[in-house]
């Protein structure tokens, strides 16, 4: 199995209470029916900073990553599948950016 890290773009939690518990109810199924290939279940993000060749700015750029997560898949295509049901794609209007990780001898 392959491991792939799923970067989260977008999303974020509604204003109501109402609607907050939605979204959490949906992470929770999303999760759960998909805990088998979670090796890290991730979490949200909140302060960015950008560090460059010319030093260091505040924020992240123009399409920042609102959390992560990293599952194990047979191929990016089974792990697209599973990141197609992913909330923040699904109620937030955001995106999942799919990259498989690969061991590094050193």
């Known amino acids: 199995m392959t491991k792939f890290l799923f970067a989260y ?3 974020g939690m509604p204003d109501s209470e109402e609607e907050q518990a939605k979204h959490m109810a949906a992470w929770g199924d999303w999760m759960g029916s998909n805990s088998a290939a979670f090796v890290d279940m991730g979490a949200p993000t909140s302060v960015a900073k950008t560090v460059g060749s010319d030093g260091v700015t505040d924020g992240a750029g123009p399409n920042p990553v609102t959390g992560y997560g990293i599952i194990e898949a047979d191929d990016i295509d ?29």
């Open 9 to 11: 773009h977008g999303g």
């Open 78 to 106: 089974a792990a697209c599948t599973i990141a197609a049901g992913c909330p923040v794609v699904t109620l937030g209007g955001g995106t999942v950016e799919v990259a498989e990780t690969f061991e590094v001898n050193m």
